[in-house]
């Protein structure tokens, strides 16, 4: 089927038609068929097999575009950006003591997952889409190698394994795959005592001028303590920024912040135009040496994590004071909450990219992507048993069974973590 592309098409509209698309889907509304039967993996499917299939925002956009009678979403954005050059899609509102940036408000960091998202990749792919790059959380998290990531801290664990610069580096990669250069500017340096105190003044005065530069120019920035945030506005000259905040998830709405970052990170104009089919096998011999890398300084990566994960569970925390064991009780529970959401992105992410790339190949990444979807919904099924500090109290306490059985799900996550790669390793072995 082929619908004419409306000559006043914009990717604003294309995207809520690829979002009707998805919870038309979701809803089990037959009609949605036709569309997605464009897709390889529905060829041949009936209208129950389809329904009854999950389906990503990025398929959604692939089965649009190809609908329009383009080869790819990307094709399709394409030409839509050639004839509507230059327009921005921005609503910035000014006032003398300075500029916010409207329609980041409700951005939800993932919770219509039910899962909490990687916050440096979720911001980067904000700030990439307000420069005119049309790409999703899920496409960012592949390409960077995140999706396939999974690091505990040892010999605790601890919530910072899942930072995307931490252990397996992904941040860079996440720029290069798309050809963007980034600054980050340290607005807070490490004491001799550990603590975190302002750097000079020339590095905190040039650190707010890139923000309120790149704010002024309709791009947000990267706000980093622990978690990342975006930076969506600044009041008083630069003197306080305006954020919607990683922490508040739940309610819509910007957060003033007086306070200093660790770091603001500002991306600035794209210097290439990777290869998209080189990127895209890149990234699947990225994440296959992220799965066989064991260990980054403290981190246990990979296949090994798990075994290190399970070990430590098995150890537990008796030996640590009550602020420690708090600290190990977050990174657990953190952990296996980043586990699940990034392995959602990479069933969404091989699933989409197995449009693209040959079709010989295509069987091998959908088998990955399914068996990376059921170890998502596995692991989400059975969420209690890696419980958050703030869940567990007396009357709930966190037993024994539950660690036992976390244990075993760790365990046959990391059967199906090895059955995709051996899946990811015949694709490249056909696409090299």
């Known amino acids: 089927m082929s619908e004419t592309l409306p000559p006043d098409s914009n990717l ?24 997605l039967r464009l897709l390889r993996r529905f060829r041949q499917a009936s209208d129950e097999k389809i329904l009854s299939s999950d389906l990503a925002l990025n398929e959604a956009q692939f089965a649009l575009a ?51 998202d990687n916050s440096f990749i979720r911001c980067l792919t904000h700030v990439l889409n307000a420069a005119g790059e049309e790409i999703s959380y899920a496409e960012l998290m592949g390409l960077s190698g995140a999706a396939f990531r ?20 992904c941040s860079e990669p996440a720029l290069e795959s798309v050809g963007y250069p980034v600054e980050t500017i340290w607005m807070q340096v490490r004491s001799n005592s550990g603590s975190m ?15 309120v530069d790149s704010i002024e120019r309709g791009r947000p920035a990267i706000y980093q303590v622990e978690e990342h945030s975006l930076i969506v506005g600044y009041r008083d000259g630069g003197l306080r920024f305006v954020l919607r905040e990683y922490g508040n998830a739940g309610n819509p709405g ?12 500002v991306v600035g104009d794209k210097k290439r135009s990777p290869d998209r089919r080189t990127e895209l096998v890149e990234s699947l011999r990225r994440g296959l040496r992220i799965a066989n890398t064991a ?19 098995e150890r537990g925390y008796g030996h640590l004071s009550d602020e420690q064991a708090f600290g190990w009780k977050l990174g657990n529970a953190y952990c296996y909450e980043s586990l699940f959401n990034s392995r959602e992105a990479a ?21 990955a992507a399914d068996m990376f979807g059921r170890l998502q919904k596995g692991l989400h099924a059975e969420w209690s048993c890696a419980p958050y500090p703030w869940w567990i109290s007396e009357a709930k306490p966190w037993t024994e069974e539950q660690k036992a059985r976390e244990r075993q799900l760790l365990g046959e996550a990391l059967e199906l973590e090895r059955m995709a790669f051996a899946e990811i390793e015949k694709a490249l072995a056909i696409l090299e």
């Open 66 to 116: 190809m609908s329009y009678g383009f080869k790819s979403w990307p094709e399709l954005k394409r030409h839509v950006e050639s004839t509507r050059a230059g327009e921005s899609v921005v609503e910035t509102v000014r006032d003398s003591g300075g500029t916010l940036l409207k329609g980041y408000e409700e951005i939800d960091w993932g919770r219509s997952r039910q899962s909490i």
């Open 295 to 313: 260990k980054v300084d403290n981190v246990a990566c990979g296949f090994a994590a798990y075994e290190a994960w399970i070990r430590t569970i």
């Open 347 to 367: 069933s969404d992410y091989l699933r989409s990219i197995s449009e693209e790339l040959d079709e010989e190949a295509s069987g091998c990444l959908l088998k």
């Open 150 to 169: 999974v690091q505990v801290l040892q010999p605790e664990l601890c919530p910072s394994a899942a930072c995307a610069e931490v252990g397996i580096d």
């Open 254 to 265: 910007y957060t003033d912040k007086e306070q200093l970052p660790w770091s603001v990170s």
């Open 12 to 35: 604003e509209q294309l995207r809520k038609q690829a979002k009707d698309l998805l919870k038309s889907h979701n809803a089990g509304k037959p009609e949605v068929c036709g569309t």
């Open 197 to 211: 105190v302002a750097a000079d003044a020339e590095t905190v005065e040039r650190a707010r001028k890139s923000v």
